[in-house]
């Protein structure tokens, strides 16, 4: 899984051993990537992608 960091390019995140490079960092292990979604707003961290919306339902 893929995580962006908008407020900083080169964050490294020690206790999780994740490194930001241009502001992007790959995530294979679900725990680091539920520890990353819980770091604070401020942060600027969150996921990319992911599964694409559901289609609005048709009347």
Do not use: C, N
């Not at 020690?14 to 294979?28: K, Q, S």
């Not at 992911?50 to 009347?59: F, H």
């Amino acid at each position: 899984m893929r995580f962006t960091s908008s407020v900083y390019k080169e964050l490294v995140v020690h206790d999780l051993g994740v490194t930001f490079i241009d502001g992007e960092a790959e995530v294979t292990d679900k725990a680091t990537a539920d520890a990353l979604r819980g770091l604070p707003a401020e942060l600027g961290v969150r996921a990319v992608g992911g599964r694409p919306a559901k289609p609005a339902p048709q009347d």
